[in-house]
């Protein structure tokens, strides 16, 4: 039997701390502070100073590390925090950050950084293991346990690119520094992807037996229920202390893995549009969603909402920009209207409905982050912080050229050969990892 979660049980405190992920639902809480940052310019400074003012600990779960240019300073803080005795945590993707150069890894180890590769890539051919192309997107960090950066933009310069080298022009890209309560289910993820990639297992694991027992799930589930959005009072004035906060700002983590968090950002993202009312604004440089959210988009622009996805103009990888077109016709049709981003690459990942719901983070709306690689994304519910980045996203937005229409200058065979084509490479690669079931 599930222990009584008053009773002060280990196994009960444990739950406890875990009920946000034992929901597919977001979870949220009140009283956070979230500031919107604009691209590493804005990031990096923000992390390197929360690194070095750390006394206990620094977790961070990167998806690419790169030692060159403006990342590099971020590098540099956490080597000064180990040495003075911080303890830092750092978990790195093994594809993403395949280009680092080992003596990186070991200068950062000899710094005393505990370091930990997420699935590392010996060879080419270890892609033959389905497993392998599923792979820890995140871009995480948690300091002292009291504040957290989520969001898309990696460990590298925004003026360089693995692909294409360095430009004059910076990537656009956001991410978000939180502090409140909402901080502890993004350490706790750091930590089960750090467990995961040098164990080979995390708490979910256990949590994931736990929830194989049914009379266990109810008794869960009742206290989730209760517990849900109440806050202990001496938490609350830990976090009056530690945070001047300008308004109860309600936000929710939320994940998408391969055990319980499978669809919460999609699902999240997917019931925000259908409440839309006035406004939605996308941005993210791969887009080839479920036929769900298509439906979803082209419904709120028959009623009248304002539709706008931004895309990548310029493109990094071809295949991605031709699976985002061929979906071009189809939603213009319906009033959905599509924009592509000019002066340089585009990284972002933001959904912003109205003035009231926002989401920053990792996932993109495509089959790699719906189906495949692990994500994180915050969602934010407050007018104050949705309309600042509504602002940013007006400039991202006029600098930018609107697609227009199609019309008939392709024979409609052509368009559905298009997407059959596309379609099809999608199923195939979707297979190939492991993935059964329609996308």
């Given amino acids: 039997m599930l222990d009584d979660p008053t009773s002060g049980s280990q196994t009960s405190e444990t739950l406890k701390k875990l009920a946000w992920y034992a929901q597919r639902k977001p979870v949220y809480t009140g009283g956070n502070q979230v500031r919107l940052l604009r691209g590493g310019t804005a990031l990096f400074p923000a992390l390197s100073e929360a690194i070095d003012h750390a006394r206990a600990s620094v977790w961070l779960a990167l998806y690419i590390v790169s030692p060159y240019g403006q990342s590099n300073a971020v590098l540099q803080s956490l080597m000064r925090a180990a040495r003075r005795g911080v303890h830092v945590f750092v978990v790195v993707d093994g594809f993403g950050s395949r280009e680092a150069p080992e003596s990186l890894w070991q200068e950062l180890e000899k710094a005393g950084v505990k370091l930990a590769v997420y699935r590392p890539m010996h060879r080419l051919w270890g892609l033959l293991d389905a497993s392998q192309w599923r792979r820890m997107h995140m871009k995480l960090a948690v300091i002292d346990d009291a504040q957290a950066f989520v969001g898309g933009i990696n460990l590298i310069d925004d003026h360089y690119d693995l692909s294409h080298g360095w430009s004059d022009t910076p990537r656009l890209d956001y991410a978000v520094q939180v502090h409140g309560l909402v901080t502890t289910p993004v350490l706790h993820t750091i930590k089960a992807m750090w467990t995961r990639a040098q164990f080979g297992r995390d708490w979910r694991d256990d949590l994931a037996q736990l929830m194989q027992h049914q009379h266990k799930m109810r008794r869960l589930k009742r206290w989730m229920q209760q517990a849900r959005m109440r806050l202990n009072p001496r938490e609350q004035g830990k976090l009056a202390h530690g945070a001047a906060l300008h308004a109860p700002m309600r936000s929710a983590f939320v994940l998408r893995d391969n055990l319980r968090q499978r669809r919460t950002i ?108 692990l994500e994180a994304n915050l969602i934010v519910k407050d007018r104050q912080f949705v309309r600042a980045l509504s602002a940013e996203l007006s400039v991202d937005f006029a600098q930018s050229q609107e697609v227009r229409k199609a019309g008939d200058a392709s024979p409609r065979w052509i368009t559905r050969a298009r997407r059959a084509l596309v379609r099809a490479v999608a199923k195939a690669y979707l297979r190939l990892a492991g993935v059964v079931g329609r996308y």
């Fill in 266 to 373: 999609e699902q999240a993202a997917l019931q925000a549009i259908h409440q839309a009312r006035q406004r939605i604004d996308i941005v993210t440089p791969y887009f080839y969603p479920r036929r769900a959210i298509r439906l979803a988009l082209r419904a709120a622009a028959a009623r009248g909402v304002t539709v706008r996805i931004l895309l990548q103009g310029k493109l990094d990888f071809m295949i991605a920009g031709f699976a985002a077109r061929v979906l071009y016709a189809e939603l213009q049709h319906h009033g959905v209207r599509i924009f592509e981003y000019q002066p340089a690459f585009l990284h972002a990942k933001v959904l912003c409905v109205d003035d009231e719901w926002a989401t920053v983070g990792s996932s993109n709306l495509d089959p790699l982050s719906l189906v495949l690689n």
